[in-house]
């Protein structure tokens, strides 16, 4: 998926959010950006859009970078493998899919290194990843952000082309400690747009140096 996704250039929007009463955003930061991926792997992104802060808690200053922990969008990979346990969970319906579903956890933990550890879901038909569910880890913890908590991400993908399954929606929640108390916090991400590149690289080109794809079904 990495090799496919590095002939598209696509929108990614980051919104941090303090819940209120009613469980609705009670003050929000959203950042957007316009984002592509080299073909050897490098990504780059240009501001769209910033809105002004209405956080009461949260001082969140810079871009979107620091807004999530850095992770690859795509989990799981062929050589990867090895590296987990899996555990096959059974069948089930999710939304109009019916889908396989694995426990994904390291068998061992580096420093340097982030695993991924949680649930995927594999579509029945087509044999790609279309959820996810989990965090990062390393030997030194879980991967979060400078300034942010958030661990534990619900991602689903959308189908893009005939058989591309690309990240689109994004969602973790947590709680943050203020001078006030605790404060419940929500970051939701959305990748849209998603428009070939005119100079895409070839899909057999090679994936050296990209992060780990979702290539084949664990």
Do not use: C
Not at 6 to 35: C, D, H, M, W
Not at 50 to 77: C, Y
Not at 104 to 122: D, M, N, Q, T
Not at 202 to 209: E, I, V
């Amino acid at each position: 998926m990495i090799r496919a996704i590095r002939g598209y250039t696509f929108q990614k929007s980051v919104r941090v959010e303090e819940i209120g009463p009613g469980n609705k955003a009670a003050g929000q930061l959203e950042v957007v950006t316009q984002q592509r991926i080299s073909p050897e792997g490098k990504l780059f992104e240009k501001p769209v859009s910033r809105q002004p802060s209405t956080l009461q808690h949260l001082d969140l200053q810079r871009g979107d970078s620091d807004l999530v922990a850095q992770a690859p969008m795509f989990p799981l990979s062929t050589a990867m493998l090895p590296k987990y346990e899996i555990t096959y969970g059974g069948k089930q319906q999710l939304d109009d899919l019916s889908v396989f579903y694995f426990t994904i956890k390291p068998r061992a933990l580096e420093r340097a290194h982030a695993y991924f550890s949680g649930v995927v879901w594999v579509d029945e038909q087509d044999f790609v990843i279309v959820k996810t569910m989990g965090k990062w880890v390393t030997e030194t913890g879980d991967v979060t952000s400078s300034d942010l908590p958030f661990t534990v991400f619900e991602t689903y993908r959308q189908q893009v082309g005939k058989n591309l399954w690309f990240p689109a929606y994004s969602r973790s929640d947590e709680t943050f400690q203020s001078t006030d108390g605790s404060v419940p916090i929500r970051i939701i991400i959305k990748w849209t747009n998603f428009t070939p590149q005119t100079n895409a690289p070839a899909a057999d080109s090679p994936a050296t140096g990209t992060p780990p794809t979702n290539q084949t079904n664990p």
